[in-house]
């Protein structure tokens, strides 16, 4: 499989390490505007677009995927509530678009249990719930795109609770988000339930990055063959 990486940090040396474990061609790196205009980019036999950069550039990089007919992996956040219109762009162009907050496996196991989870505590009001989410410095964006994803869960399967706020005392109506930037923390999430006579916590910890770049490959590999939008649900569903 032919891979273009888009974003030349951390991350995308990752994806790049776990590119050729897996046999696969990095035939591109974009990290700036200018390579974009690389002719060669459309020469690469199905091509795919894997993109870990910025926030303000995502939307501008997903416009110019689309056009240039080149399938686009994303895991970069702070652009989701543009999603109806990437959804519009994705599919008036007849492309591939995955996206997702975050990219592991275990992460997106996570997401499961806390989605089944906050089903049954919706149903104890005495518990009051709140998230933590750990990074490293460098990250850009807070919340992080996956303790959102983690608050939308709750508060779909809970009818008390219609918003998250960060950094804010846990009010009954809202999910309190509390974001820390601590030395090179890969990534911590955790749901936590507090009542008065005990807690209820669940946890994902990231040891390093290898996970997140391997849910990106294994993401490219689902959507090589596939149109429209999709998302870790998806992937989990051909999983498991």
Known sequence: MNIIISGYGRMGKEIEKVCLSRNHTVVA????EHDWQNPDLLSYDNAIVIDFSLPDIALSNFRKCFEKGLKIVTGTTGWHD????????CDKSNGSFFYAPNFSIGVNLFFRTNDYLSKIMSG??????????THHIHKVDAPSGTAIATADQ???NNEKIDSWELNTDNKPD?????????????GKHEVIYESEVDSITLIHEAKNRSGFALGAIIAAEFLSD??????MNDLLDNII
């Open 226 to 231: 596939k149109t429209g939008v999709f998302n």
């Open 29 to 32: 790196i974009i990290d700036n």
């Open 82 to 89: 543009k999603l109806i219109e990437v959804t519009e762009m």
């Open 124 to 133: 104890f009001g005495d518990y009051k719930v709140h998230i933590n989410e």
């Open 174 to 186: 809202n999910v309190s988000i509390y974001a820390f930037r601590q030395g090179e923390v890969t």
């Open 154 to 156: 709750i508060i779909n």
